[in-house]
């Protein structure tokens, strides 16, 4: 069986090592529900408030098996790998929803505007 694809995205900044190593670790909390998932898009944008505040936006999108999307909400925090953490423990929560009544809730044809 082939585990959960993820696709990850650095909106304003480059990432780094750490940041996608604790994506990878993220990731595996995801693989329980691989009979829900198909993929996950994460998201990172680096965002600098009026006060050149250093921010970070992390969105999360799931996708079913049958390739049908569910948003998580965002995330925002100054530390990536929080916010990180934060949007993974969302979709925890969602799949843990969905793994009780039998399907993901909120999946359909959506679209997130980024």
Sequence with gaps: MMGLGMQIVYLGFAGSAAIEAEADVQ???LERF???LRACHLAIESLRDGDHRQAYDVRLDLF???SELKPIVHCTGEDPVVAMRE???AAERELKLAGASGGLPGYGSMRRDH
């Design 27 to 29: 990731l595996l909390r």
């Design 34 to 36: 691989s009979g829900l």
């Design 64 to 66: 079913s098996a049958s």
């Design 87 to 89: 949007a993974f423990d």
